[in-house]
C-alpha cells in the first residue's frame, strides 16, 4: 500500500521527475523543466533548450 504523504500543486502536464540533491525537477509534455524545493515553492523553470526562464529567489539572510 502507498500512504499520500505530502501533496503540492505543480504546473500542468507534468512528464518524468528527477532530484539533485537541492530540488526536485519535474518536466513538462512541452519539454520545459520546473525545479520545486522541498517545501513545494517553484524556484526555476528552464525551457527546452536549458534557458532558465524564472530566477529562484535568494534565500532570506539569517541573524548572526
Do not use: F, K, M
Not at 499520500?4 to 518536466?27: C, R, S
Not at 512541452?30 to 527546452?48: E, K, T
Amino acid at each position: 500500500d502507498i500512504t499520500v504523504i505530502e501533496e503540492y500543486p505543480i504546473h500542468e502536464n507534468p512528464w518524468g521527475i528527477a532530484w539533485d540533491g537541492l530540488y526536485v525537477w519535474i518536466g513538462s509534455s512541452n519539454g520545459n523543466a520546473y525545479g520545486y524545493d522541498l517545501a513545494g515553492n517553484l524556484v526555476s523553470h528552464r525551457d527546452r533548450s536549458g534557458q532558465l526562464l524564472a530566477l529562484p529567489q535568494p534565500a532570506p539572510q539569517q541573524a548572526q
